[in-house]
């Protein structure tokens, strides 16, 4: 069986700017990164186009370890939507090179189904991720200098500050350190840590700005801690905001890359969905739908998460609104939920399935409570038997959504050919979407209604830290805003151990952390890392290059 890579150098990139000029986008208004990749200026979005366009969005199920192929899904839907002449682009979030060479091996879909270049995307792409690392690390040395100076001291105590330093990799070693040893010329001895990059409220900030003066106010806003006389202190108050958006001046702009059958592909952002808000930029999926009709997103891991957060979040913020939902499933994560071994879940098992169709009842239940109906894709593996796959079709018919299934992987555009022609009928009726909470509503009841309704929660309990913290953001008056849970993605629940549809359990909020700029209150459930380590094998092990400059290993 031929790899990632092999299909993807198979195929024969078009020069970017043929791409950009299936869009009618004008040669002046490409900014080249080479021959396949290019970034797309601002002006380009048309608040009026938008209105017309249909957006169509990609979730799933509870997802293995390894992942039920969203994106790869994504793609091949864009594809087909284009094979039956409608004009699409797929919008899809960054990849981070912490999984990159962690766990994935690589983000960029899958097979006949992939954004490429793919090795570029997967690795520094454009530059995106190392600059809003550098704008996060810049806020942190502030802070730091303004700690130690003696002219431009604004009081601020050390022991709340809450900002932490970021990369863009998985080091478990260096989420709690500390920082100022070695004498008073090396600064003041502090606690501090480091989150992974796609962590950072900048990130979440990127992703939530409308512009480059919004994303200046959005970086102003951030909160970092008080003075010793209990005074807020924001990064506007440091005069930092400036030179943050100036090193993001190139990276609020979108990406513009090709699909393995010429599709155009629109890449911006990247914050995870289990411990960020896990959609791409507004201003990526914007940009996407100024220039097609229809667009193709996606939102992180399962539609607890991505889903939930795409519209109590993005959508809240945005104005904009799916007209469809895909909901991804695969029969071995229904393996998987119903008590299959991971090493297990390639093996066929009808009673497993029986069993862990619980899950996917549940998110097409969730789903249903924003006001809409999903379509539920399942994404074909060539050992899932066509008992299993009978079974799915089965109850999902009973629980009243139509369902198809996928062979993107396999096939490319022509493996998704007969949802797209339903999505092409069903985009036709918006419904409208609820949001799950009001979000004037108190931290607690926002928090209380997502673990209860959407999970399943049977009782919520806040730890005292959280309590204190709740408390600190209600005297701030930042208590309206949206809420972005970070918990596990392993689970609907906050334990990753609990498996198809958990119940009767308590949901444990341990922190509560606010991210001001972005624009929401971050409660953080479970055993919630926001900096992931690597696995005993890492993916780095197989990737490489040789002589010739090829790169292996990414799959």
Known sequence: MKTDLEIAHEYSMLHIKDIASKLNIHKEDIEYYGKYKAKLPLNLIDEEKIKKTKLVLVTAITPTPAGEGKTTVSIGLSMALNAISKKTIVVLREPSLG??????????????????????????????????????????????????SKKNNLCIDPRTIRWPMVMDMNDRSLRHIVIGMGGSANGVVRESGFKIT??????????????????????????????????????????????????????????????????????????????????????????????????????????????????DIKCRESGLRPDAIVLVATIRALRYHGGVGVKQIGEQNLDAVKKGIENLEKHIENIKLFGLTPIVAINKFA???????????????????????????????????????????????????????????????????????????????????????????????????????????????????????????????????????AGFIVPIAGEMMLMPGLPEIPSSENIDIDNEGNIVGLF
């Open 99 to 148: 999984p990159v060479f962690g766990v994935k091996g690589g983000a960029t879909g899958g097979g006949y189904s992939q954004v490429v270049p793919m090795e570029d995307i997967n690795l520094h792409f454009t530059g995106d991720f190392a600059a809003i690392e550098k704008a996060h690390n810049l806020l942190s040395a502030i802070i730091d200098n303004n700690v130690q």
């Open 198 to 311: 796609a962590a950072s409220e900048v990130m979440a900030i990127l992703c939530m700005s409308s512009n480059l003066e919004d994303l200046k106010e959005r970086l102003g806003n951030i909160f970092i801690g008080y003075t010793y006389e209990k005074k807020p202190i924001f990064a506007r108050d440091l005069k930092v905001h400036g030179a943050m958006a100036a090193l993001l001046k190139d990276a609020i702009k979108p990406n513009l890359v090709q699909t393995t059958e010429g599709t155009p592909a629109i890449i911006h952002g990247g914050p995870f969905a289990n411990i960020a808000q896990g959609t791409n930029t507004i201003i990526g999926t914007k940009m996407g739908m100024s220039l097609s009709d229809i667009v193709v997103t996606e939102a992180g891991f399962g539609a607890d998460l991505g889903a939930e957060k795409f519209i």
């Open 383 to 517: 050992n899932d038997s066509q008992e299993e796959i009978d079974f799915v079709k089965e109850s999902c018919k009973s629980s009243g959504v139509k369902v198809f299934d996928l062979e993107v992987w396999a096939k490319g555009s022509q493996g998704a050919i007969d949802i797209a022609k339903e999505i092409e009928k069903n985009i036709q009726t918006k419904e409208e979407v609820n949001f799950l909470y009001d979000k004037e509503a108190s931290i607690e009841d926002k928090v209380t209604t997502i673990a209860m309704k959407l999970y399943g929660a049977k009782k919520v309990e806040f730890s005292s830290k959280a309590c204190s913290e709740m408390k600190n953001i209600n005297e701030l008056g930042l208590s309206s805003l949206p809420i972005c849970m970070a918990k596990t993605q392993k689970s609907i629940s906050d334990d990753p151990n609990l498996r198809a549809r958990p119940k009767d359990f308590t949901f444990k909020v341990r922190d509560v952390e606010i991210s001001s700029g």
